[in-house]
């Protein structure tokens, strides 16, 4: 391979590495070409891409990118799986079923989310359940216990606020009724003065005595011994 095609393999191994923080590295010794594409495709699928790598341009690419854990893995035959934006729990147990079913592909490890992992822990992965269904399964164990604790908040919180608006309903009637229910300040008649009304009385009677023809009643003249108290 020429300098300047070698130059340009660990430029785009650089890329790789930086724009993708987990990775699984195996060994491919002993795959047929047409396993190795049946993986690729497999893999494309859930996300990741399977490429087969030279060590040497890979450490130099793995020094360049800041990821010096990948070189302890970099030995032997190796084929890298980088999950960009895939599932890596997909990536990984397809991975680890053709390693079963051949007997042939090995995992050596690999790195999740920058970490580096053994395969034993690539194993554990693969037998994680779907990232679909994991997530539903952890969200569900996170939804539960909340809905229970916001319904014990929130079924005191309603009680407490339909006592309060009914008290507010009630105080705010009772002030109504009792603007209602005062009464109006009482307006005083005007009485006419009693010797008004005694002289219109007497006035009156004497009117009514001449239209009948009976003469008005003198009153008695006092005498001279009721002056001087016989």
Do not use: C, W
């Not at 490429?51 to 890979?58: A, F, Q």
């Not at 779907?130 to 916001?150: C, H, K, T, Y």
């Not at 009677?205 to 009948?212: I, V």
């Amino acid at each position: 391979m020429l300098k300047r095609d070698k130059e340009r393999v660990v430029a785009e191994l650089v890329e790789r590495l930086r724009a993708s923080d987990t990775l699984i590295v195996a060994d491919y010794r002993g795959l047929t070409m047409s396993e190795i594409d049946g993986v690729r495709t497999e893999l494309l699928r859930h996300g990741a891409r399977f490429s087969i790598v030279k060590n040497t341009l890979t450490k130099r690419a793995a020094e360049q990118a800041g990821v010096p854990s990948l070189v302890e893995l970099l030995e032997g035959p190796t084929a890298i799986a980088f999950v960009l934006e895939g599932d890596m729990v997909a990536v990984a147990k397809t991975l680890n079923d053709t390693a079963r079913q051949t007997k042939v592909l090995s995992l050596k490890g690999g790195l999740l989310q920058g970490q580096p992992v053994s395969a034993e822990e690539v194993q554990k992965l693969a037998a994680l359940p779907p990232a679909d269904v994991l997530q539903s399964q952890v969200l569900g164990a996170v939804i539960g216990p909340l809905n229970a604790i916001v319904g014990l908040f929130t079924a005191p919180l309603r009680d407490l606020v339909g006592v309060l608006d009914a008290r507010i309903e009630q105080l705010g009637g009772a002030g109504t009724a009792e603007v209602d229910e005062q009464p109006e300040p009482a307006v005083e008649e005007e009485r006419p003065e009693p010797a008004a009304e005694d002289q219109s009385g007497a006035e009156a009677e004497a009117e009514s005595k001449q239209d009948e023809g009976e003469e008005p009643e003198a009153s008695a003249p006092e005498t001279k011994g009721e002056e001087n108290g016989d």
